[in-house]
């Protein structure tokens, strides 16, 4: 087990260079033409978005939908955890590849319905990864975890780089989290997400090139929540030394 954990220390100090980067040329490029894409798409469908990953953000809080049936896997060694956790991330891309691919492939109305479908794709699997790892999803501060990694994996460069600096030291700061759901920045979480998901996904609802631009999108955006899932899970797993206790 000590050549993996090595390697995932040096994974997790890479993603982390990584992460801390200044903005690309490439990205700043992404971001004008989000903002053109942008322009082709109705206010109204901006605003129906927005509301739609409101209501479904906060089921991760306040419904029972997510959280009734995960519970956390018993002891294993890491290696086995990730092992399973790969296998989980594999599944859940090709199930949104092929959602994305039959609502993109229905016209402007179907892909409409893909987002509430993939944002709820995305939470679950987000759940089944907190729970391979061993964490209780019950827990309301773990969810609020897994609301910080899914912002992490879809905000803009300077925003992940703030929101990583919040998820440092994580297990230091459960006693000092609030309670309530109230303190949680939705607006920023909406803008960031919705942001970052228009350049890849709003593609999806122009015509003809539709069904290719969401599957190719849906296992795309599932790979790197996955990824970064598994990182912002290892950080916590290096911080509180986890991985000894369980060899």
Request: glycine share 6%.
């Amino acid at each position: 087990m000590e050549n993996y954990e090595q390697q995932i220390r040096y994974e997790l100090r890479f993603w982390e260079q990584e992460l801390m980067k200044r903005p690309s040329l490439l990205g700043n490029l992404a971001t004008k033409m989000q903002t053109k894409i942008n322009s082709y798409i109705p206010k109204k469908v901006h605003k129906a978005i927005t509301v739609t990953i409101k209501q479904m953000v906060k089921a991760v809080l306040f419904g029972s939908t997510y959280t009734t049936t995960k519970m956390p896997v018993p002891e294993m060694s890491l290696l086995h955890r990730e092992a399973l956790v790969k296998a989980k991330i594999d599944s859940y891309s090709k199930t949104g590849a092929a959602e994305g691919g039959i609502t993109g492939a229905g016209g402007f109305l179907m892909s409409m319905a893909d987002f509430p479908i993939l944002i709820g794709i995305k939470i679950k699997l987000l759940f089944e990864i907190a729970s391979i790892y061993g964490f209780d999803v019950k827990d309301y501060r773990e969810r609020l975890y897994i609301l910080h990694i899914f912002q992490l994996a879809f905000s803009s460069k300077r925003g992940a780089q703030h929101i990583y600096k919040q998820m440092q030291n994580w297990d230091s700061k459960l006693i000092i989290l609030p309670e309530s759901a109230d303190n949680f920045d939705w607006q920023t979480f909406q803008q960031e997400y919705r942001d970052y998901i228009d350049l890849a996904k709003m593609a999806q609802l122009l015509p003809v090139v539709g069904a290719a631009v969401g599957a190719v999108a849906n296992y795309q955006l599932l790979q790197k929540l996955g990824k970064t899932a598994m990182m912002a899970y290892r950080m916590r797993v290096v911080e509180s030394g986890r991985e000894k206790i369980e060899d």
